[in-house]
């Protein structure tokens, strides 16, 4: 498997991840606010903003419509994920934290392929040095 459709792969994975995470906080408000309660967030005021933060982050990732634009979602889903993995097992939950776990999988494969799909690259990713150096001779 080339690492191109690795990046595909991972990156529409996690990108479903999101997406059908923010599909769920739409259709199933209350259960996800008492969850998030049961966390210790103010859930009132985070799922509004957790909602359009995760249609956002895997919007700009697939659209790269700016390629800082796409790293600081890359780095707000590693947050964000991170903090769910560990608020779940904080309380005791590790079920819990097995969505943010497999997205953390998911995450570090696409950012670490990136480079290999895109035509701009992330000077962040693994690799651009030699990507760079592709380009230079190219020329």
């Known amino acids: ?6 990046y595909w792969i991972s990156t529409g994975l996690l990108s ?13 408000g209350a259960w996800v606010r008492q969850t998030l309660a049961e966390l210790n967030y103010p859930a009132p ?6 909602v ?3 249609v956002l982050g895997p919007v700009a990732i697939l659209s790269r419509v700016s390629t800082p634009l796409s790293d600081l979602a890359y780095a707000g889903i590693l ?3 991170v903090l769910s993995a560990s608020a779940h ?10 969505p943010a776990i497999i997205g953390l999988a998911l995450l570090a494969l696409s950012f670490a392929t990136q480079n290999a799909a895109r035509e701009i690259p992330s000077p962040y990713a693994p690799g651009f040095a030699s990507h760079q150096s592709v380009l230079t001779e190219r020329r």
Not at 1 to 6: D, E, K, N, R, Y
Not at 45 to 50: A, D, I, K, S
């Open 1 to 6: 498997m080339t690492t191109a459709a690795l």
């Open 16 to 28: 479903l991840l999101y997406l059908s995470s923010a599909f769920l906080y739409l259709t199933k």
């Open 45 to 50: 005021y985070l799922v509004p903003f957790m």
């Open 52 to 54: 359009v933060v995760k």
């Open 79 to 81: 947050f964000h994920l």
């Open 89 to 98: 097992l904080g309380v005791r939950k590790p079920k819990g934290a097995l």
